[in-house]
Antibody, heavy 120, light 107 residues
């Protein structure tokens, strides 16, 4: 069974750093893209970026380029989304999702989400 | 970036009604269009890929059509469990942008 399991909710202060995770199982982790999607509470879905763990090819939305870093550790089948300096506006739910194709296509399996709250 | 415009943003319908949501891309995206359903408190669920490819296990009352810049998503007979927000998404270009969502409610 394909599963993406994300790390737990986080409460951070502005200026702090953060790295959240997404562990894949039940499939070949290096053969599929992992994408990250932001959802501010009560709002829509914002596509952030995508990584192909097989060769670490990473693409970002211009809206998030330079604001976050996407990475992966194939030895533990885990993808990451990290911030070096959090702001209150980074508060949101973040989902990882699996995708296929040459640069991603449909996103067929999703993690349960990680809620990030940034508040002083 | 390709902008995806969904219409309407919200919709109230009765059980058994036929419901249609439209999605317009700011430029041609060929067949690279997906539809997702999101129930509150849950992650999105893929319903349809590549305009009209119904995913395994998704009821046949859901369907999609279109090409180029204009796409439609239809529920042929609305059921109570279909109450959710629906999103289109293009994957022709990075970023794989979503529409703003259509919130579907029961009348």
């Amino acid at each position: 069974e394909v599963q993406l399991v994300q790390s737990g909710a986080e409460v951070k202060k502005p200026g702090e750093s953060l790295k959240i995770s997404c562990k894949g199982s039940g499939y070949s982790f290096t053969s599929y893209w992992i994408g990250w999607v932001r959802q501010i509470p009560g709002k829509g879905l914002d596509w952030m970026g995508i990584i192909y763990p097989g060769d670490s090819d990473t693409r970002y939305s211009p809206s998030f380029q330079g604001q976050v870093t996407i990475s992966a550790d194939n030895s533990i089948n885990t993808a990451y989304l990290q911030w070096s300096t959090l702001e209150a506006s980074d508060s949101a739910m973040f989902y990882c999702a699996r995708s296929t194709g040459s640069s991603g296509s449909y996103y067929d399996y999703w993690g349960q989400g990680t809620l990030v709250t940034v508040s002083s | 970036d390709i902008q995806m415009t969904q219409s309407p943003s919200s919709l109230s319908a009765s059980v058994g009604d036929r419901v249609t949501i439209t999605c317009q891309a700011s430029q041609g995206i060929s067949k690279y269009l997906n539809w997702y359903q999101q129930i509150p408190g849950k992650p999105p669920k893929l319903l349809i890929s590549d305009v009209s490819n119904l995913k395994t296990g998704v009821p046949s009352r859901f369907s999609g059509s279109g090409s180029g810049t204009y796409f439609t998503f239809t529920i042929s007979s609305l059921q109570p469990e279909d109450i959710a927000t629906y999103y289109c998404q293009q994957y022709d270009n990075i970023p794989h942008s979503f529409g703003q969502g259509t919130k579907l409610e029961i009348k």
